[in-house]
């Protein structure tokens, strides 16, 4: 986008945009989203950037109205490959936090002064004002959603120390640390019930098929499904840093631009990786309406979009996970491949410290899963080998499946371990990489569905054809059950 469109995207307070640029009004010292609805600023006044920490940075301080550090992240980061994106997936991680930007850059291959001249050029603002500004947002919404002690915030959310803490929140929100407390809504979340999130998304949201998708795939012990379509809960463990976790998410109505969360967490440091994790398996980060104009007019997608508004491509909250069940989904059965996940999870599953309703297990680690005969599993040799093979890979760091993995890397390494065909390398890549653009091959349902269409031309629909893979799964659902 040019700055005039921008400008017009901003006076027409398009929500589309939320998330992909921010403005800053020079006279007022504060940046917005583009659907602020406050009075629009004079053109001469506005100055646009590619990110909020861009214009942090620049000293704009966020806006009390829109909340702009709130708002879903750029699709760009996840459709894009480049090490910029790998980079901001990687930060979004929480990686800067945990391991610094001696490591960051380490894990792209980068010296740190390549990756600060790379992230600076692409979005305004290196990689530790990238973090600062995660971090700042996490503090608000501990601030505003637990009673924990604002000494206690300061160090979850990752700052250093308490002084640093302070001047950001000064900094950045105009006010300090007691002020955003005091500004909030309703008491705060008790421990026993874990800390409330809104995870905004953009666009219209087709919460119902994600959450039928995850229903038929959900692994007992490590995941559940409950109430009925409409007003159902995902659960689910989640293998954290700083310990097991558990994160539940309210199916809700497309349209009003977030999804209920709520976070129990051993140790709340992990607030942001574990929200990451979750925004992935939602697919919240997505642009449905590049989406939508990319197959309005295909004679073979268009009614099948129109008919899916907002629809998403789910990802995983944990790569490894996602590569195991791949395999152990080959040439079987949805209900099949999650019959084996149950028995891998009660054999080779960390226990809970306590169990949380029918939640009794953390998925597999791949150490485990390298050490481990697996005769608990009702499978082929071959697939059992091919699974050996895939933790081992994992295990000894050949194959890296991450929120910053080189997708092509990854599907060439995958390649390379024997089981493991084009139609699981490229259903991992999907899934467990969030790649946007993958129809799997020879995919037998896919298959079926190509052919109802008369064959199209899939090309056409690049970049986003793990879109369209859901929407032709989708629609032989629709078929059957007519």
């Not at 002020?179 to 995870?199: D, E, M, T």
């Not at 960390?350 to 169990?355: K, V």
């Not at 899963?369 to 080998?385: H, N």
């Not at 008369?454 to 056409?460: E, F, I, L, N, W």
Request: proline letters at 7%; charged letters at 25%.
């Amino acid at each position: 986008m040019e700055d005039e469109s921008r400008y017009s995207a901003v006076r027409s307070r398009d929500a589309r945009f939320d998330g992909e640029f921010f403005f800053a009004v020079r006279t007022t010292g504060i940046y917005c989203r583009p659907s602020c609805p406050a009075t629009t600023p004079l053109r001469r006044n506005v100055r646009f950037y590619p990110s909020a920490a861009a214009a942090q940075h620049d000293g704009f301080r966020a806006c009390r109205r829109c909340r702009p550090d709130a708002v879903p992240g750029s699709a760009a980061w996840h459709a894009r490959a480049d090490a910029a994106a790998r980079a901001m997936r990687l930060i979004a991680d929480g990686v800067v936090d945990r391991e610094g930007v001696d490591g960051l850059a380490a894990r792209l291959g980068y010296s740190t002064r390549q990756l600060r001249r790379q992230l600076t050029a692409e979005v305004g603002a290196g990689p530790v004002a990238l973090a600062r500004a995660q971090r700042a947002q996490t503090a608000r919404v501990l601030l505003q959603t637990t009673g924990l002690p604002v000494t206690e915030i300061a160090f979850a959310a990752g700052f250093a120390s308490v002084r640093q803490f302070n001047d950001t929140i000064r900094k950045i929100y105009a006010t300090t640390p007691g002020g955003l407390r005091a500004a909030r809504q309703g008491p705060p979340v008790s421990g026993g019930q874990g800390i409330a999130l809104r995870l905004a998304y953009r666009g219209p949201y087709a919460a119902r098929q994600i959450f039928d998708f995850l229903a038929r795939r959900a692994v007992p012990g490590v995941e559940e499904v409950e109430g009925s379509p409409g007003s159902r809960v995902y659960r689910r463990t989640l293998r954290l840093p700083g310990g097991p976790g558990i994160a539940a998410v309210h199916e809700a109505d497309g349209g009003r631009g977030w999804l209920d969360c709520t976070m129990e967490l051993s140790e709340v440091r992990d607030l942001t990786a574990a929200t990451q994790r979750i925004r992935r398996l939602f697919d919240l980060d997505a642009d449905p309406g590049a989406v939508t104009e990319r197959f309005a007019d295909d004679p073979a997608l268009g009614p099948e979009s129109a008919d899916s508004p907002g629809l998403r491509a789910p990802g995983a909250s944990d790569p490894h996970e996602a590569a195991v069940r791949a395999i152990l989904g080959q040439q079987v059965t949805v209900a099949a491949a999650r019959d084996h996940a149950a028995v891998l999870v009660s054999a080779r599953g960390t226990l809970l410290p306590e169990p949380s309703g029918s939640l009794t297990h953390l998925f597999p680690d791949a150490e485990t899963l390298a050490a481990a005969s697996l005769e608990e599993l009702r499978m082929p040799r071959a697939r059992r080998a091919a699974l050996r093979a895939l933790a081992e890979a994992l295990t000894e760091g050949r194959l890296v499946l991450d929120a910053g993995a080189d997708r092509d890397e990854a599907e060439k390494e995958l390649l390379a371990l024997p089981g493991i065909g084009p139609w699981t390398a490229a259903y991992i890549r999907m899934r467990a990489l969030g790649d946007p653009d993958v129809l799997p091959p020879g995919d037998v349902a896919l298959r079926q569905a190509l052919a109802r269409k008369g064959d199209p031309d899939t090309v056409a629909w690049s970049p986003w054809r793990s879109y369209a893979t859901h929407l032709l799964w989708n629609s032989l659902d629709r078929k059957d059950r007519s």
